[in-house]
């Protein structure tokens, strides 16, 4: 029974390049979360998604960042251009449907050099 | 205000001392309610769910106050494992989980 699954683990790009965070969630959960967590600071709710739906974007920035869930496959976030700024630590979690609880997964590190 | 408000700390707290953290959330129609601990670098943790009428795991214990809109956090005995930040966490109805800052735990040998 395997818990949320990210990857990779670290993922270094260069200014201007494309990063793609995939994350399984754990089986039977339907409802995918991303977070952000800078240097030294909380967890900033990003993007919220069921299979196939943005449910609630409100935290994506507007430019450069998507999500999504596919009906089959893990979920991706996907940063294009990225720049030093966005270099955080990217968690992603799921919950059963009508649940709140919510398992984390170990996280991408991402560096942009 | 913030939805979901905590003391950053750190609070340094010597080794088998009581510690208690404090919460409060903007919403009043906030539905569930839950304490996640994170280790540096590390992800968040399910700690404990928060219940209405309280409960308690262990050393733990969790109180939630509706009337004054705030949660806490009651850590007994604390061990040196215990140093951690400990994130407050408020779901407002629509599924979306939302997180405090953390508070900053340190207990001293």
């Known amino acids: 029974n395997a818990g949320v699954m990210q990857n990779p683990r670290h993922l270094v790009r260069r200014r201007g390049q494309e990063a793609r965070l995939r994350c399984s969630p754990m089986k039977g959960h339907s409802h995918v979360y991303w977070y952000r967590q800078l240097p030294e600071e909380g967890l900033k709710f990003m993007v919220y998604?069921?299979?196939?739906?943005?449910?609630?974007e409100s935290g994506m920035p507007k430019e450069r960042f998507s999500a999504e869930f596919p009906k089959e496959g893990p979920s991706i976030l996907r940063i294009q251009q990225v720049v030093r700024g966005d270099s955080a630590a990217y968690f992603c979690?799921?919950?059963?449907?009508?649940?709140?609880?919510?398992?984390f997964g170990q996280g991408t590190r991402l560096t942009v050099v | 205000r913030k939805e979901v408000e905590q003391d950053p700390g750190p609070f340094n707290v010597p080794e088998g001392a009581t510690v208690a953290f404090n919460c409060t959330y903007s919403?009043?129609?906030?539905?569930?309610f839950f304490w996640y601990r994170q280790d540096c670098r590390k992800e968040p943790k399910l700690l404990m769910s928060?219940?209405?009428s309280g409960n308690e795991d262990g050393r733990f214990t969790a109180q939630l106050n509706r009337a004054s809109q705030y949660i806490s956090l009651l850590i007994r005995d604390s061990k040196l494992s215990d140093s951690a930040t400990y994130l407050c966490v408020v779901n407002f109805g629509n599924e979306k989980l939302t997180f405090g800052t953390g508070t900053r735990l340190t207990i001293i040998p």
């Open positions: 919403n009043s129609a906030s539905q569930s």
């Open positions: 979690a799921s919950s059963q449907e009508d649940r709140g609880v919510a398992f």
């Open positions: 928060v219940y209405s």
């Open positions: 998604l069921q299979k196939e739906n943005i449910i609630d």
